[in-house]
């Protein structure tokens, strides 16, 4: 009987350390998160300066600047981050929303009066450093996500997460062939519509 109490105190305190171990796990990639969103608004409130200004020389270019629009919208949706298809849904909007600022500043290029413009230098400037920081925020975020992963999909935390409700999430990484592709500057502008001079 003693024998028995000891073995099942030991499971007990194994079982409460994974639990302890996947509930750590999961707080830090949640604050992983947060701080990827911290970073991530940054790039929101400089895009409608950034399309304002770009709006005014980039006339053969507005379906560029309405996709950008709406993938700020899209991104900015809120979202349950204990939903893995929502946090990936969330994840895959922000990886849109990277590809195409960088195809409008590829774009820029093109056009003498917005590259000199002083204010769009220093616009890209900004969205330059902020693309640092979330890259940044992606190794730590895709790191504490990997430690959390390996803990709920390892036994016994795969049995000790199903009971505590805890579950994978994804990593942040850009998935759609199409965004990691690089800006062909020639297919926008050999549309048969001469960019301004």
């Given at each position: 009987?003693?024998t028995?109490?000891?073995?099942?105190?030991?499971?007990?305190?194994?079982a409460?350390?994974?639990?302890?171990?996947l509930?750590?796990?999961?707080?830090?990639?949640?604050?992983?998160?947060?701080?990827?969103?911290?970073?991530?608004?940054?790039?929101?409130d400089?895009?409608?300066?950034?399309?304002?200004?770009?709006?005014?020389?980039?006339?053969?270019?507005?379906?560029?600047?309405?996709?950008?629009?709406?993938?700020?919208?899209e991104?900015?949706?809120?979202?349950?981050p204990?939903?893995?298809?929502?946090?990936?849904?969330?994840?895959?909007?922000?990886?849109?929303?990277?590809?195409?600022?960088?195809?409008?500043?590829?774009?820029a290029?093109n056009?003498?009066?917005?590259?000199?413009s002083?204010?769009?230098?220093?616009a890209?400037?900004?969205?330059?450093m902020?693309?640092?920081?979330?890259?940044?925020?992606?190794r730590?975020?895709?790191?504490?996500?990997?430690?959390?992963?390996?803990?709920?999909?390892?036994?016994?935390?795969?049995?000790?997460?199903?009971?505590?409700?805890?579950?994978?999430?994804?990593?942040?990484?850009?998935e759609?062939?199409?965004?990691?592709?690089r800006?062909?500057?020639?297919?926008?502008?050999?549309?048969?519509?001469?960019?301004?001079?």
């Open positions: 009987m003693t028995l109490l000891i073995i099942l105190g030991i499971l007990a305190g194994v409460y350390g994974w639990y302890v171990v509930i750590r796990r999961r707080n830090r990639a949640r604050e992983a998160l947060s701080s990827i969103d911290v970073q991530l608004q940054k790039r929101h400089l895009l409608p300066n950034i399309l304002q200004l770009a709006d005014q020389f980039m006339t053969h270019e507005r379906d560029l600047l309405t996709r950008v629009v709406e993938l700020r919208n991104a900015q949706k809120p979202y349950d204990d939903q893995p298809e929502e946090v990936r849904r969330h994840l895959d909007a922000e990886g849109g929303l990277q590809a195409g600022l960088r195809q409008l500043f590829a774009l290029e056009y003498p009066e917005l590259r000199s002083e204010t769009i230098v220093e890209q400037q900004t969205f330059n902020v693309e640092g920081h979330i890259s940044a925020a992606r730590f975020y895709n790191s504490a996500v990997t430690a959390l992963n390996n803990a709920v999909q390892i036994f016994p935390g795969s049995l000790i997460a199903g009971m505590a409700g805890v579950r994978t999430m994804p990593f942040f990484e850009i759609d062939e199409a965004v990691r592709k800006v062909d500057v020639s297919d926008y502008l050999n549309r048969g519509e001469p960019a301004p001079q």
